[in-house]
């Protein structure tokens, strides 16, 4: 079972749940320098390990602080999106607004992963180029279909 504090940034895990976690750690291998995750069945597993380099067999890695995910519901990330302050300058049209709501999507859907058509797009919006000079230069129409 997992506590969340009154604290928004604290969380204690019970010792029972700990064991039951399987963990991927994340390293720099000081050999092939390349950042390596590694998984482990059990956290006493990972802290009894010596780890090793998937890619390149080294054994100098050094752990890093892994970006920590939080799990939202459906109705939580609708409700962020919601926002009145994420909202301003959309009914003006303002591009900056747009890609700082394309961003927050981005971010609140979990579309982590890297797209560079829609990274392109929202860095040209930030840029403070309309949305219509970005669709007809990537040969769009209205819709957001291909007009070839």
Known sequence: MIILSEERHHCEIQPA?????MPIYEYYCFDCRKKVSIFYRTVSAARDA???CPVCGGQRLHRLVSRVRVLHSDEDRLERLADS???AGLA???PRAVARFMREMKHELGEEADDPELDEMIGRLEAGESPETIEAGLG???YGNSVS
């Open 85 to 87: 302050s994420l909202m």
């Open 92 to 94: 003006d049209e303002d």
């Open 140 to 142: 769009l129409d209205d």
């Open 17 to 21: 749940l700990l064991e039951e976690m």
């Open 50 to 52: 010596e780890p090793v």
